[in-house]
């Protein structure tokens, strides 16, 4: 935000008096910062404020699906398939392929794959919904290839930020089988996009190319290998989450 313009803020009571009353105010704004960089950032309450803020994040639900609208791109999310977002949006236009599913696909030891697009998800819950932060919860379970539900759950967090062209994805996975041990072969999120051929991977201080098809495995906590064209065998290493897209390949090998 520039000196001056107003802002959607969030606000949360931390601390009250005795009477009830506000004694400590949370007050949450969205700001914008470069990678690496510092700045500092003075708020101020004017006496008249203008009642509807320039750039407020809404959260609407339809059919099957909730759209997010952060004023600089718009997301839908499915309420009943397990995909990490059906379609994003900038204006007018889609950024994302029309006949692309951005789903999440497991290999198990044996071979089988469990996915995740389709009719999988059990529950979904918007935690925050605007003026300045959604994040939206989707649970459900991995279906094998007959269409049965399997026994690992998934769980998909998506965070945006009112003006932003964000969209934060966490995925959790938990394993309810009453097993000793269980091993996954190759665990993937393929994530097409048109307008990207070559996108970027962060491993420590390092950022490697990432064309389709590259694959990275975290062996343990502090080992890597990486397929793509500057490739690793068992490095010392870790991703740190940070992929720009195209289309890759996150996977998991026991040793």
């Known amino acids: 935000p520039t000196a001056g313009s107003p802002v959607a803020v969030r606000t949360g009571p931390v601390a009250h008096w005795a009477d009830g009353s506000i004694k ?3 007050a949450c704004v969205p700001a914008t910062l470069a990678a690496h960089a510092t700045a500092e950032f003075r708020l101020e309450a ?4 203008a009642a509807v803020p320039a750039v407020a994040l809404s959260v609407r ?3 099957g699906s909730l759209e997010v609208d952060t004023g600089a791109i718009r ?3 499915s309420t009943t398939h397990g995909r990490i977002a059906d379609a994003v949006f900038r204006g007018g236009e889609r950024l994302t392929p029309a006949d692309g599913v951005w789903e999440m696909v497991l290999e198990t030891e044996d071979g089988s794959l469990l996915r995740s697009n389709a009719a999988t998800v059990a529950s979904t819950r918007v935690v925050e919904s605007g003026p300045c932060r959604a994040l939206i919860v989707r649970q459900g379970w991995f279906a094998r290839e ?3 539900s399997s026994r690992l759950e998934y769980r998909i967090q998506t965070e945006c930020f009112a003006g932003s062209e964000e969209l934060r994805t966490q ?4 394993n309810r089988d009453d097993a000793a041990e269980v091993y996954l072969s190759r665990w993937s999120l393929d994530v097409a996009w048109e307008r990207a051929s070559v996108g970027r991977v962060r491993l420590g201080e390092r950022e490697l190319s990432a ?7 975290q062996h343990r906590e502090n080992q ?7 490739p690793l065998a068992r490095e010392a290493g870790a991703c740190d989450g940070l992929v720009r897209l195209p289309g890759l390949e996150i996977g998991r090998a026991h040793v």
């Open 46 to 49: 004017p006496a008249v404020s």
């Open 146 to 148: 007959d269409g049965s």
């Open 224 to 230: 890597v290998s990486w397929t793509g064209e500057e």
């Open 24 to 26: 400590i105010l949370q």
């Open 171 to 174: 995925v959790f996975l938990v």
């Open 61 to 63: 639900e339809r059919d």
């Open 75 to 77: 997301a839908e999310l």
């Open 211 to 217: 064309r389709n098809g590259a694959m990275l495995y």
